[in-house]
């Protein structure tokens, strides 16, 4: 089981709402990185770190935002909630010198 | 898709038989993953082959890889109800980054 833990597991929110999902993991991971999944569909990077201070987009173009203060903690915000925004958020980290991602158990957003 | 096709999109098999998952990609790599998805959970890492590998052995799990035919092969023997999950391939993309491109998945379903 990995030591990487996500909240909140589920969210119901409404249009123009602002939320930040919480990521954090206990491994000492240096690199972490945020994906968007969509039901039955591949996972798409949106945000990467490499370390504190060290952020990144990734591949699918989002209107979130993160920050790296810390080691552990990877935290997402979406200042504006949108319709467009419902899907699941998973989060998953590495060691420098691993090639395996470990993950959280995802948040599923769902914007009304 | 940024990675390429996996097929079948979907199996169902019965308790016992064997399971077979192709994925396919577009860019040299350093190394190809295999990673599990329980409904409505987060990844598990399965296994990793290098480019320099042809196969590997992991309990019930054999995958190849082809390098010049850019294609790899997740192989599940005598498969158990607990195997029903979506199985994605992953590769690096020949960086160091250790940034993952992911496949569609296939979804299997094995009945008792």
Known sequence: ?112 | SQQGEEDPQALSIQEGENATMNCSYKTSINNLQWYRQNSGRGLVHLILIRSNEREKHSGRLRVTLDTSKKSSSLLITASRAADTASYFCATDGSSNTGKLIFGQGTTLQVKP
Not at chain 1, 2 to 16: F, K, N, S
Not at chain 1, 30 to 55: A, F, R
């Open chain 1, 1 to 112: 089981e990995a030591d990487i833990y996500q909240t909140p597991r589920y969210l119901v929110i409404g249009t123009g709402k602002k939320i930040t999902l919480e990521c954090s993991q206990t491994m000492g991971h240096d690199k972490m990185y945020w994906y968007q999944q969509d039901p039955g569909m591949e996972l798409h990077l949106i945000h990467y770190s490499y370390g504190v201070n060290s952020t990144e987009k990734g591949d699918l173009s989002s209107e979130s935002t993160v920050s790296r203060i810390r080691t552990e903690h990877f935290p997402l915000t979406l200042e504006s909630a949108r319709p467009s925004h419902t899907s699941q958020y998973l989060c998953a980290s590495s060691d420098t010198g691993d090639r395996e991602q470990y993950f959280g158990p995802g948040t599923r957003l769902t914007v009304t």
